[in-house]
């Protein structure tokens, strides 16, 4: 749960950080800093095409594109919902590129999750443009992309791929960031350090370290199901913080989301399966990415 919350004021964070600092430019210096650490982390134990493609699609392409949702006027508790479409993304990469076989609950949920998101588009109107949807659910999409090479890549080190992977966002981060971000002010005050600094300790590296600990402590089934609780905690500080305060509909299509989340991550699977011995080693070889933002 301090996983799930972690990431889920992180949308919070990033609102925050974005007033001092360009989208761009922003989620480059964030993956410079985690990359800062590769003396201290082992090897991913893989080849360097899966750390370029994991860098590319789960790293730069996901949070870049949320960032930049965020800049053009995606409201934070929002994007921590749309974000999770991520699940139904991944399970149709899958089924596309890697060859696996969905369950029926998997796809019926796929598509209540997307329901769900109408509903909320129905509720919101104009009131969010367009453009900043479209770069919030494109981000959900390549974090889908991202987390199919992670799994065909397989790593025996999953916090190495990640940080080793973080050396690739940098460079088309900031080349990107020097094309279009020309001119835009960067305030380097103590609410933008700090909130560069919450994504790179708690969100990115404490996050998800936690995260790889507790899957190898216990079933992936029953810690997967968690991440459920990363829109909640984001709607709920975007409220407490940013006085985003979700409206009826809003809150009915966010409920037909997460149960439409909740079966794509197997909350309703057999429980001969969910039962499963918690072997470490039965988990480390394909351990699920977090909904980290």
């Known amino acids: ?138 981000a959900a999409c390549s974090w889908g992309l991202g987390n199919v090479a992670a799994r065909k890549a397989a790593s025996p080190n999953p916090l190495g791929l990640l940080v080793w992977s973080s050396l690739v966002p940098p460079l088309p981060l900031f080349g990107l960031s020097a094309i279009f971000e020309r001119g835009e002010v960067v305030t380097l005050d103590a609410s933008g350090v700090l909130a560069l600094a919450y994504v790179v300790i708690l969100s990115t590296l404490g996050g998800f370290g936690a995260w790889v600990w507790l899957l190898r402590q216990h079933s992936a089934s029953t810690v997967a199901p968690f991440s459920l609780l990363v829109p909640v905690f984001g709607i709920a500080s975007a409220w407490l913080f940013l006085s985003e305060a979700p409206s009826a509909t809003e809150l009915l299509g966010a409920g037909v989301v997460l149960v439409g989340l909740s079966l794509t991550v197997g909350l309703t699977m057999p429980r001969r399966r969910r039962e499963a011995e918690p072997c470490a080693s039965h988990v480390g070889s394909a351990l699920p990415q977090p909904s980290s933002p």
């Open 1 to 138: 749960m301090l996983v799930a919350l972690t990431w889920g004021v992180n949308f919070v964070v990033l609102h925050v950080g974005l007033e001092s600092f360009p989208p761009l430019l922003f989620t480059g210096l964030r993956f410079l800093l985690v990359a800062l650490l590769i003396p201290f982390v082992p090897r991913p134990g893989v080849g360097v095409r899966w750390v370029i493609v994991v860098g590319l699609f789960m790293s730069a392409g996901h949070h870049g594109l949320v960032t930049l949702g965020l800049h053009e006027g995606m409201p934070a508790g929002l994007a921590s919902l749309v974000l999770q479409l991520q699940a139904a993304f991944t399970i149709g990469f899958a089924v596309l590129l890697i060859g696996e076989q969905p369950r029926r609950a998997q796809l019926v949920g796929g598509a209540v999750a997307l329901g769900g998101i109408a509903i909320i588009a129905s509720g919101r109107g104009a009131a969010v443009p367009l453009g900043a949807v479209l770069l919030t659910i494109g």
